[in-house]
C-alpha cells in the first residue's frame, strides 16, 4: 500500500417523500412571503419595509443553505477510516479507534434531522430508519450513527475493510 488514502465505497443518505415534501413546502411557504412582500403592492397589498424585505431574503438564503446542506449528507468508507459528511461538517473515524460496530432498528422521530448530538453519540440522521452505529474505543463522541440506505451492507463492507 502507498499510504495514500482511498474511497472504497460512498453513498447520498436516503432521505423519505415526507421529509421531501416538508423541505418543498417550508421553501415554498419561504418564497411565497418573500415574493409578496416584493410583489405584493402590484396585488393591493401594502408594500413592505426593505428591512421586511432583506429580513425575509436572509431566511429565504439561510433556509436553501440548511437545506442543501441536508441534501448533501454522505457515508465513505475508505481504506483508513469511515466518514459521514454534512457540509460543513465532517465527522472520520480511524478503524484503528473502532471497538463495535452494529446495527439499531429505528432512529426515533425525536432525535431530529441533520447533525445531532445524541447522548455521546453523533448522528447523522436522514430518515427514521434503521442505521449503522459505530462505537469507539475513547474521545468525546463515542457512537457514530448513521442513516445508510442499507445499513447491513454497509456493516459489511466496513468490516472487510478492517480485516
Request: aromatic share 16%; glycine share 6%.
Amino acid at each position: 500500500m502507498n499510504g495514500s488514502k482511498s474511497v472504497i465505497y460512498e453513498e447520498k443518505a436516503p432521505y423519505s417523500y415526507a421529509m421531501k415534501l416538508i423541505i418543498v413546502l417550508g421553501f415554498s411557504g419561504l418564497a411565497f412571503l418573500y415574493s409578496s412582500s416584493v410583489f405584493g403592492h402590484f396585488f393591493g397589498l401594502e408594500k413592505a419595509s426593505d428591512q421586511a424585505q432583506f429580513a425575509l431574503l436572509l431566511a429565504v438564503s439561510i433556509y436553501i443553505f440548511i437545506m442543501w446542506s441536508f441534501f448533501s449528507i454522505k457515508f465513505r468508507i475508505t481504506n483508513e477510516d469511515v466518514e459521514a459528511i454534512m457540509p460543513p461538517f465532517k465527522y472520520r473515524i480511524p478503524f484503528s479507534e473502532v471497538k463495535e460496530i452494529k446495527t439499531i432498528d429505528v432512529i426515533p422521530w425525536y432525535v431530529g434531522w441533520g447533525v445531532r448530538l445524541w447522548g455521546r453519540g453523533l448522528a447523522f440522521v436522514s430518515m427514521h430508519k434503521n442505521a449503522v452505529v459505530i462505537e469507539k474505543k475513547k474521545g468525546f463522541f463515542r457512537k457514530l450513527i448513521l442513516t445508510t440506505g442499507s445499513p447491513e451492507e454497509f456493516l459489511h463492507l466496513i468490516r472487510e475493510e478492517m480485516r
